[in-house]
């Protein structure tokens, strides 16, 4: 452990990275997959589990956290990795995404920030590029995000163009608010929708900020695979190579493969933990949907050769029997192979990079998806 925020870029196989993030709560191995602990807990899962899978970093909602139970309260209470029990690394979003989607009656103003009522009880918040760095800071996150604004796509270019511009303000707001915090970090926001001169401003902008890491957000909001990929391939050139590159809300175990070939380090995404909770299982042979009646007499587990006990250990049967009846213990042993199968994967990312061989590992793991599980029969 350092006293410092350092990331380390250990080696490269073409534009995928390996490398290690260091910060005085722990490593992070990159590339990374960080759980979606949402108001401070991974759904379905006790943290203990989520750390065993491999997880090294899990983030945290600004916008859910303030809301309940209150970022004042959370640091009266000792701080956000004491509450929940997680002594490692935890990233906090600045909360722009969940106001533009969760959010009624939002009012946006490049001076003042966004004004929005709660999804929960209507009542009225405010938040400028200073209360959401000021937010944080009473979670006590080690990696915190930049207030930005994130436009649904598709988007006319005016929109895309303003939100930009004042996702770039607000960076230097946040940055400011920030200040010299030791050990932790603030990274910036890559906005600019589907169009490639704008990602390019943007991300010359926040590289002239010399922040400790960049995320490239606005993407997986509605936009085709191809749209995302070609965006970061317009992007990450523009980004320092010294610094992480985080990509924001994404995504499908395919999307993951994908962006690592491209140059991203870190990814976070609520998929696994919800397809669990509705029946649906990440494994190296695709996807399986436990309602499917197919299951309904089927002994196998999920993947024999597996070392997560939700997945050798709990036959088809069983899983779809619980699933089928909405029982809560359905959704804890799916998600559990989910997250499981997420960090596998990010595993055997990392060691192929290290290899020399991450062209073929990613060719290897898409023919295993593609031969499907009806092959295992």
Sequence with gaps: MTDAFQFTLKKTDGNARLGEISMPRGEIRTPA????????????????????????????????????PGA???????????????????????????????AALRQIDEKKGVTFKSHIDGSVHHMSPERSIEIQGLLGS????????????????????????????WAERCRIAFGDQPGKAMFGIVQG????????RSARGLADLDLKGY???????????????????????????AKPRYLMGVGTPDDILKSVARGIDMFDCVMPTRAGRHGLAFTRRGKVNLRNARHAEDLRPLDEESTCPATRDYSRAYLHHLVRSDESLGGMLLTWNNLHYYQTLMQGIRAAIAEGRYADFMAETQEGWARGDLAAL
Excluded at 215 to 235: F, H, I, K, R, Y
Aim: charged share 20%; glycine share 10%.
């Design 33 to 68: 997959f960080m759980p979606v602990g949402t108001a401070g807990t991974v759904k379905a899962m006790y943290l203990d589990q989520v750390r065993d899978l491999g997880a090294d970093i899990i983030l945290g909602n600004t916008y859910h956290l303030m809301l309940r």
């Design 72 to 102: 004042e309260r959370v640091a009266r209470l000792g701080g956000l990795h004491s509450l929940i029990r997680w002594p490692h690394p935890i990233l906090t979003d600045s909360g722009g995404f969940q106001v533009m989607s969760l």
């Design 142 to 169: 080690d990696i915190q995000m930049q207030l930005d604004e994130c436009v649904r796509l598709p988007a006319d270019r005016a929109a895309i163009e303003k939100s930009t511009e004042m996702s770039l303000a």
């Design 193 to 200: 929708g589907d169009i490639p001169d704008l990602r390019i």
């Design 215 to 241: 995320a490239v957000g606005g993407l997986a909001v509605g936009e085709p695979q191809d749209v995302m990929l070609a965006m970061l391939e317009t992007t990450l050139p523009e980004l320092p190579t």
